[in-house]
């Protein structure tokens, strides 16, 4: 047989276990959980830092919006599409080798974005490296979570999966007061900078006490074919997401790429339906639980994205705040999500990943709703008990949803589960950002022509409308220097209003979203290796 069954690919696994001498640290399972929780750290901080600095790296080197832009998306872009390839070398080549790698990679690119500013000022060059940072960290955390699978003996899996969502939240939680911090006290540079000691104790952490995964049989030989095709769906569906409000979602450009994005993908069904040894074994599709948790991360990382890209600017173009406070009133969220996370995994691990997973969407859904009921001129501290809620209902769909995914795929592919897992992870804040984005254009082109009109305020040309209807869809006034007072009230409260107004229809549409994902949550079950008996 090619594929080993659940039973084989264990055996050796808690064999090796066994033998390991008392006190010994490589192949340790916590000591695993700490050396690729430190790894991982370095991308959820960096995912948030990043947002805290775009303003100051926009202003030291001059750059145009769109170029400020490509800071994030030139790194989410090649995050995602390369995720289930590398998942795929991890299997072929070794775990350990990959993330090893990719936190070598991961603080000498962070080193280079930084220098590229220090030195060369140069957007181009921070933009490049944005995108190579973006390959190396698709090399950690699918590894870190093949590694967990190959470690952890499956009854103490959901709590370690737990363990490391709580380090994921915390250091996303961490980025923007740690990258406020930064910026104002330091440079920009520094937010990068900050990788080099992280990665250097990651490193020699890693390098000590990670035991190699055993090469896989299934990924003895490689898909090209279905690298490229993969690889094309993603890069043009991303693509189009990302432009697509500028291109305008109904614009011949902008539907040349989604359905460029469907012909590869069609593509790449078809090559993996019929490859001897696919990237992608459509086989694991079988499991209605993995496929359920697909769709889930998605959902979850949709209606999280969507949560936060809103209130940042509610928080900080509304009503004010810096970046630091900005922070601060996320945290009860992220809070919730570095408790919650450990908490699901131990109760997921007693009861199964069902029940936890639909109460926490259905705990989402009334957060977000709860959300949706913000006025303009609300405090910052009515978002707390939302966000409590919202961070504690999405923790069991972290943990649960990501244990469906991994534990219901073979052993031997652990590395294209986790690749998919976290490619949904991805793909989800980016429809997230985009579909609620659009969203809120929507609602900002429907009201404040009628508005601004309605306060008989100077006409606009088009031009001029463009650009009103560009800042007021991040919640910005635009108020040139040297308006009069009364008139700038007048157009901040217009502004605010309608940017409330557009992001009350995100949020109940990020609501429906979770309510969905709670009736999703009926098909997933705790992990059994059905998919590998089924294919043996």
Same mark, same amino acid.
């Given at each position: 047989m090619e594929m080993q069954t659940a039973a084989t690919a264990a055996a050796p696994r808690a064999g090796a276990h066994a033998a390991r001498p008392p006190g010994r640290a490589r192949g340790n399972p916590?000591?695993?959980?700490?050396?690729?929780?430190? =790894?991982?750290?370095?991308?959820?901080?960096?995912?948030?830092?990043? @947002?805290?600095?775009?303003?100051?790296?926009?202003?030291?080197?001059?750059?145009?919006?769109?170029?400020?832009?490509?800071?994030?998306?030139?790194?989410? #872009?090649?995050?995602?599409?390369? #995720?289930?390839?590398? =998942?795929?070398?991890?299997?072929?080549?070794?775990?350990?080798?990959?993330?090893?790698?990719?936190?070598?990679?991961? @603080?000498?690119?962070?080193?280079?974005? =930084?220098?590229?500013?220090?030195i060369a000022s140069s957007i181009g060059l921070v933009i490049a490296f944005r995108a190579v940072q973006g390959v190396f960290g698709a090399m950690l955390q699918p590894s870190a979570l093949a590694l967990l699978r190959n470690t952890f003996p499956p009854q103490r899996l959901n709590l370690a999966i737990g363990i490391w969502g709580a380090v994921i939240g915390a250091s996303t939680a961490a980025g923007p007061i740690v990258g406020g911090l930064l910026v104002q006290h330091i440079n920009w540079e520094s937010c990068f900078y900050v990788n080099i000691p992280v990665g250097l104790a990651a490193l020699i952490m890693s390098a000590l006490v990670l035991r190699e995964t055993p090469a896989s049989p299934a990924a003895s030989s490689f898909d090209i074919p279905g690298v490229a095709a993969l690889s094309a769906a993603l890069f043009l569906l991303i693509w189009g997401l990302i432009k697509g409000s500028s291109y305008g979602w109904g614009s011949a450009r902008e539907l040349a790429f989604l359905g460029a994005a469907m012909a590869?993908?069609? #593509?790449?069904?078809?090559?993996?339906?019929?490859?001897?040894?696919?990237?992608?074994?459509?086989?694991?599709f079988r499991s209605v639980s993995l496929s359920a948790g697909t769709v889930l991360v998605i959902l979850l990382m949709f209606a999280l994205f969507g949560a936060m890209f809103f209130m940042t600017f509610f928080l900080e173009n509304v009503h004010g705040l810096d970046p630091v406070g900005a922070g601060v009133h #996320?945290?009860?969220?992220?809070?919730?999500?570095?408790?919650?996370?450990?908490?699901?995994?131990?109760?997921?691990?007693?009861?199964?990943?069902?029940?936890?997973?639909?109460?926490?969407? @259905?705990?989402?859904?009334?957060?977000?709703?709860?959300?949706?009921?913000?006025?303009?001129?609300?405090?910052?501290?009515?978002?707390?008990?939302?966000?409590?809620?919202?961070?504690?209902?999405?923790?069991?769909?972290?943990?649960?949803?990501?244990?469906?995914?991994?534990g219901n795929a073979p052993v031997e592919l652990a590395g294209v589960a986790s690749g998919l897992q976290s490619t949904a992870m991805q793909l989800g804040g980016t429809l997230g950002t985009a579909v609620l984005g659009a969203v809120m254009s929507a609602k900002v082109s429907t009201l404040l022509p009628a508005a601004w009109q309605a306060a008989r305020l100077p006409a606009l040309t088009g031009a001029q409308l463009a650009g009103v209807k560009s800042a007021v869809s991040v919640g910005a006034a635009p108020v040139t220097r040297g308006t009069p007072a009364a008139v700038a009230k007048v157009v901040t409260g217009i502004s605010h209003t309608t940017f409330v107004s557009g992001m009350h229809a995100a949020f109940l549409v990020a609501a429906g979203v979770a309510l969905a994902g709670a009736l999703i949550a009926l098909l997933v079950k705790r992990g059994t290796g059905a998919v590998e008996h089924a294919a043996v």
């Open positions: 916590t000591m695993t959980l700490l050396a690729v929780a430190l =790894g991982v750290m370095m991308v959820g901080i960096d995912g948030t830092i990043v @947002a805290v600095a775009n303003p100051a790296i926009q202003a030291h080197l001059h750059a145009s919006l769109a170029g400020i832009q490509w800071v994030t998306n030139a790194y989410l #872009l090649a995050l995602a599409v390369t #995720l289930i390839t590398i =998942g795929k070398l991890g299997d072929r080549f070794g775990h350990r080798k990959v993330f090893l790698t990719g936190v070598a990679g991961f @603080a000498l690119s962070s080193a280079a974005i =930084g220098l590229s500013g220090t590869a993908g069609a #593509l790449f069904v078809l090559r993996e339906s019929r490859a001897a040894k696919p990237l992608l074994p459509l086989r694991l #996320l945290l009860p969220m992220t809070a919730m999500l570095i408790v919650g996370a450990p908490l699901s995994g131990a109760i997921i691990s007693r009861t199964g990943p069902r029940l936890p997973i639909m109460t926490g969407m @259905a705990l989402a859904a009334v957060a977000l709703f709860g959300l949706s009921r913000l006025t303009a001129t609300a405090s910052p501290d009515d978002t707390i008990v939302w966000f409590i809620m919202l961070g504690l209902g999405l923790s069991p769909v972290m943990v649960g949803a990501t244990d469906v995914i991994v």
